[in-house]
Nanobody, 128 residues
């Protein structure tokens, strides 16, 4: 049974940091693209970051323009977990963050429709 479980959300002040985790079960993250999406109240769910299938030097990471330079996506093969390190957080980063898995041999996608499996989400609130 495929399952994705996010954790690590919370309340943080502007300029602070959080690390989100997406633990996968029922499949191996090396063989799927894993994306992070977020959805703020009243807004569409948007793609934030994605890490391609593969391992070592064959892994590629992508970040949206709004988070590039502040967020970093990575994966731990031994723990079958993908992380999203978020630094220099801003109030506009406030949203529910979801991880998702896409069956593919290569690459990533920023589109929700491309993803086959989703987690339940974790709330991130950036406020003073």
């Amino acid at each position: 049974q495929v399952q994705l479980v996010e954790s690590g959300g919370g309340l943080v002040q502007p300029g602070g940091s959080l690390r989100l985790s997406c633990e996968a079960s029922g499949f191996t993250v090396d063989y799927y693209a894993i994306g992070w999406f977020r959805q703020a109240p009243g807004k569409e769910r948007e793609g934030v970051s994605c890490i391609s299938p593969g391992s070592g030097g064959n892994v590629y990471a992508y970040h949206s323009h709004s988070v590039k330079g502040r967020f970093t996506i990575s994966k731990d093969r031994a723990k079958n977990t993908v992380y999203l390190e978020m630094n220099s957080l801003k109030p506009e980063d406030t949203a529910t963050y979801y991880c998702a898995a896409m069956e593919t041999d290569v690459g990533c996608s920023a589109y929700r429709i491309s993803y086959n499996y989703w987690g339940q989400g974790t709330q991130v609130t950036v406020s003073s």
